[in-house]
Antibody, heavy 120, light 111 residues
Framework: EVQLVESGGGLVKPGGSLRLSCAVS????????MSWVRQAPGKGLEWVGR??????????DYAAPVKGRFTISRDDSKKTLYLHLSSLKTEDTAVYYC???????????WGQGTLVTVSS | QSVLTQPPSVSGAPGQRVTISCTGSNSNIGAGYDVHWYQQLPGTAPKLLIF???NRPSGVPDRFSGSKSGTSASLAITGLQAEDEADYYC???????????FGGGTKLAVL
């Protein structure tokens, strides 16, 4: 059974930093492109960014609102995906989901999400 | 404003058929990228409902179907059931943004 479990969310002040983790099981993580998607309270889904596999150079892409502030990384030995958030703004408040990237561009499997609240 | 445009809400009576549209542009759907649909029940994570325009993952009822034409796509739900009340999102890839793009979501109400 495929499982993705996010952790690391919480309350942080504007300008602060946080690291989210996504532990995966049930599929060959090292072969999977992975994305982070967020959802602000009462709003729709917003793609945050993606990391490709090591053979694909572990290339990362980011959405414009987070580029230069957020960093995605992965540890294949621990089957864990990370999202480092820095210079946080109140508008970054959201539930953050990790998701797999299918070769057709869809997101096949999702975690349950972790809430990040940016507030003073 | 979302890159892909969906109606904010649709509704239908039990047993009826509804459709949800998703309109993009020549940098995403019109460029030939696949469209995927997700169902998000209240308080839960999104779930893949339709992948690559027309395909259903295992376990998704055949009451759900997808189509794509030009710069648009549609999700159709037949035989509406109360359990179908949820938010539905379309998603594709945008070449100018180099990443996934989502529609703003459509809330389905089963009257």
């Amino acid at each position: 059974e495929v499982q993705l479990v996010e952790s690391g969310g919480g309350l942080v002040k504007p300008g602060g930093s946080l690291r989210l983790s996504c532990a995966v099981s049930g599929f060959p993580f090292s072969n999977a492109w992975m994305s982070w998607v967020r959802q602000a309270p009462g709003k729709g889904l917003e793609w945050v960014g993606r990391i490709k596999t090591k053979p694909d150079g572990e290339t990362t892409d980011y959405a414009a609102p987070v580029k230069g502030r957020f960093t995605i990384s992965r540890d294949d030995s621990k089957k864990t995906l990370y999202l480092h958030l820095s210079s946080l703004k109140t508008e970054d408040t959201a539930v953050y989901y990790c998701a797999t990237d299918g070769r057709d561009g869809g997101h096949d499997f999702w975690g349950q999400g972790t809430l990040v609240t940016v507030s003073s | 404003q979302s890159v892909l445009t969906q109606p904010p809400s649709v509704s239908g009576a039990p047993g009826q058929r509804v459709t949800i549209s998703c309109t993009g542009s020549n940098s995403n759907i019109g460029a030939g990228y696949d469209v995927h649909w997700y169902q998000q029940l209240p308080g839960t994570a999104p779930k893949l409902l339709i992948f690559a325009n027309t395909n259903r993952p295992s376990g998704v009822p055949d009451r759900f179907s997808g189509s794509k034409s030009g710069t648009s796509a549609s999700l159709a739900i037949t035989g509406l059931q109360a359990e179908d009340e949820a938010d539905y999102y379309c998603q594709s890839y945008d070449t100018s943004l180099s990443g996934s793009v989502f529609g703003g979501g459509t809330k389905l109400a089963v009257l």
